[in-house]
């Protein structure tokens, strides 16, 4: 292994890109760590949307705006917990491999 990447990545709950309009801008968004293969084509129906092009802006990715998750205000208090849920898993999965 050369190279390798790491670090957080926002994704939504549903695990969708999405194309939606909220107060006049059209938003693509959601791509959660699959941007480089969903960027280009929700971007292209995002621009069709935005010129007027209904016709091929058209897709199943297009939703109303997300929904806000309850209790939530900005701060994540709960990520330290997730990340170490995961580091434990990390390190189970390393300790069985090595049996």
């Known amino acids: 292994l050369s190279y390798s990447w790491f670090g957080n990545v926002a994704m939504n709950r549903d695990m969708l890109p999405r194309i939606f309009e909220k107060d006049d801008i059209v938003y693509a968004t ?3 760590g699959s ?4 960027a280009p084509w929700v971007g292209t129906r995002a621009a069709y949307k935005l010129m007027g092009r209904a016709q091929d802006a058209g897709t ?15 701060d994540p208090w709960f990520l330290p ?3 170490k849920g995961y580091a434990l898993q990390d390190k189970i999965a390393w300790w069985r491999a090595r049996r």
């Open 81 to 83: 917990a997730i990340i």
């Open 30 to 32: 959601g791509f959660c």
């Open 35 to 38: 941007g480089v293969v969903w």
């Open 60 to 74: 199943a990715f297009d939703f109303r705006p997300p929904a806000s998750i309850p209790f939530y205000r900005g």
